[in-house]
């Protein structure tokens, strides 16, 4: 009896199965672009899988942890050496809880009052650029596993592996602290004529577009056309957006969160969005090296992961 049941089920699904290859095949008949279109998406879902990109995401959320501190340490540095008494203002507060959310108050006037603890240029400095430099390293990995070149280093078309990662962290510090001390300090919104709560929405979008194409296009060790990377964290920066209102949503809707981490509820809120923070990252960089398979063919695509043929 419970074979003759199971037999039937594997029928069922069976013949489910091949109802659902034929409508597909139909669909891709009527609107080819769309097929295409599935297609792409069906591979980079599977080689997305394939790669284990959610360990590799809890591995770069656990170096970005490690480098929050001596990072933001150095970014609130460099705010006060040009805003001056404006750092310890709510309207920086405001920015920055917009392009990090669910970042605890206590730790954020903990890190200014340690920045100002520290002088001029020195070691200090240095440490905290080192601090830093340990997530771009583990971000440097993870997209040399997205974009196949890990195990087969011969495919590895730049050098410098450590330049450009120190290059990254300099270069995405100084954009933020522009972009903040712009903000804050009120050109952009005078320039603009719009007031800043208005802007905030507006304008970080915007920046982590920039950044995330920014990483995309110059942290590989491959060269990354821009309008590959620019795809890859158009795809990101949307989804992250959406992801960060949906966490609110379930964070407020969830009352037994709070119930059950108590005091730390907002440590592991933000621990959580920024695991999930980098999955989507890494979602854009599968799709950005799919992109880059598909155009150049520098990278051959497993067999099991290749587009079917076409019908």
Known sequence: MIEALRARAEGLIQGAAKRSEALWRLFVRRFPRLGAMGRFSWEVGRKYHHDDCFSYAASLSFWLIVSLVPITTLLFKLLGLVLGSKVHGKALLVVLFNLFPYL????????????????????????????GYWSVSQLDTSLAHVFGIRTRRHRQTRRFNLVRRATLVVGAVLLLVIFMALLTGGF???LMGLPKMLLLPLLTPSLGLVVVTM?????????????????????????????????????????????????????????????????????????????????????????????????
């Open 104 to 131: 605890p108050t206590e730790f954020l006037r903990d890190t200014i009052q340690s920045s100002q603890k520290i002088g001029g240029l020195g070691f200090s400095w240095v440490v905290l650029m080192t601090g």
């Open 188 to 190: 952009v919104s005078s």
């Open 215 to 311: 990483i995309l296009q110059h942290l590989p060790r491959c060269h990354v056309r821009f309008r590959h990377a620019l795809l890859g964290a158009f795809v990101s920066t949307s989804l992250w957006w959406v992801a960060k209102r949906f966490f609110a949503v379930y964070l407020s809707h969830t009352f037994t969160f709070g119930i059950m981490y108590g005091s730390l509820s907002s440590i592991i809120a933000a621990l959580i969005f920024l695991y999930y923070s980098c999955a989507i990252f890494l979602l854009g960089a599968e799709i950005t090296a799919a992109f880059y398979r598909h155009e150049t063919g520098a990278i051959q695509v497993p067999e099991g992961l290749r587009n079917p043929r076409p019908v």
